[in-house]
Each structure stands twice: as structure tokens, then as C-alpha cells.
């Protein structure tokens, strides 16, 4: 069903202590009801992360990274990585030789709808589902604000959406995005050559 969304916050949470502790964002949309992203579970497979939204109207939603690069970070990153939306899997692809944000963007397919996800910065990204025959699409803004206890997700939607296409914007609050940035697409690809040129060593 598609709905017209109110503006809603989400805010960083955290429970328990030591390997039981959980974190990630909580907040409520009056249209979709309680929204929590837990990013990341706890670790229950070796080498994979796994973030989850779940909560309200929405689909339960989970992106999972796996490989042994998961040791040394903290979030699921863009490598190696699986979406899935409800039982279904979301098609992922990405242009890592992009010179604008947008060119840098995720491209996801889910049924019939194709969306494109972008950041403006390190905490800040959109997700828009484009427009069809049927439907003229929907933008998903995320917009991170405030330092360390006043941190917030403000969101900010414009056109009627649907639960998918909140649920695909959200879960990446539990996401390493940098790869995104201009600055993070710079570091990715300079870690790549340095690796390839050590390889070429060998």
C-alpha cells in the first residue's frame, strides 16, 4: 500500500554488556510504527556480519557481508555482500569507478521496482525508487545529525511509499557506506592497487 510518510527520527540504542550487548537504531514512524535496525547481530557464523531492521509494518529486512575482512570491522560492508527483503533477495549492483555520487550509487531490483541508493557524505544517503508507468517513485532521505549522545537519523520522505522502500533505505543505517563517499571511494581503490602491486611481487 502506498502511504504518505511523516518526517521520523531514528536514535542510536544499546543493550546489555560484554558479547550479549546490542546496538543500532530505534525509532518510530506514526504511519509504519516502531522501527529498530540492529547492526551489528551478534556474531553466530565465523567470518559474516549481519545487520537487521525489523519492527512495525515493515518487512524484516537483513544485509550480510561475508568473508574474513568481517574480523576488522565493525559494520557489514558493500564487499561480498547479500540483501534480502523478507525470503526474497535484492539485487545488488555497484560502479566502483564512479566519479559522482550518484554514478558511485548502489542500483537494487526488487519484483518489478529498480532503486538507486547514493550517500551525500559519511552519514547521510538517499534512496529513490524510480518512477514507472504506474508509479512516479519515491525518494528516501537519511540525513545523520548531532555528536555522540545527540546523534539522529532524521528521514524525510517525498511521495506515497511503499513498506519495501523504507525497510531498503533503513537497514543501511547498519551498513559501512564509506565505499560510497568520494573520499572512501579514493582510500577503496588506492587498498586495491596496493594489493595488487603486492601480489605482483610475489
Avoid: C
Avoid at 551489528?40 to 574474513?68: F, H, I, K, N
Wanted: glycine letters at 12%; a positive charge; aromatic letters at 6%.
Amino acid at each position: 500500500m502506498h502511504t504518505t510518510v511523516t518526517p521520523f527520527t531514528l536514535r542510536p540504542w544499546r543493550e546489555g554488556k560484554g558479547y550479549g550487548r546490542r546496538t543500532g537504531w530505534r525509532g518510530t514512524s506514526a504511519e509504519f510504527g516502531e522501527v529498530t535496525v540492529e547492526a551489528p547481530l551478534r556474531q553466530a557464523v565465523p567470518e559474516t556480519l549481519v545487520s537487521e531492521l525489523r519492527g512495525g509494518l515493515l518487512p524484516e529486512t537483513s544485509y550480510e557481508t561475508r568473508g574474513v575482512h568481517t574480523d576488522v570491522v565493525r559494520l557489514p560492508t558493500l564487499n561480498r555482500a547479500t540483501l534480502r527483503l523478507g525470503d526474497a533477495l535484492v539485487a545488488v549492483e555497484r560502479n566502483r569507478l564512479g566519479l559522482t555520487a550518484r554514478q558511485r550509487g548502489l542500483r537494487l531490483r526488487h519484483g518489478g521496482d529498480a532503486y538507486r541508493l547514493w550517500a551525500g557524505n559519511r552519514r547521510s544517503w538517499t534512496l529513490v525508487r524510480e518512477a514507472d508507468a504506474e508509479d512516479p517513485g519515491v525518494r528516501v532521505a537519511v540525513r545523520g545529525t548531532g555528536r555522540l549522545g545527540g546523534r539522529r537519523l532524521e528521514i524525510t520522505v517525498t511521495g506515497r511509499a511503499l513498506p519495501a522502500d523504507l525497510a531498503l533505505a533503513l537497514v543501511f543505517a547498519g551498513v559501512d557506506r564509506a565505499a560510497l563517499t568520494r573520499g572512501g571511494a579514493v582510500r577503496a581503490a588506492l587498498s586495491r592497487a596496493t594489493g595488487f602491486w603486492a601480489e605482483s611481487q610475489y
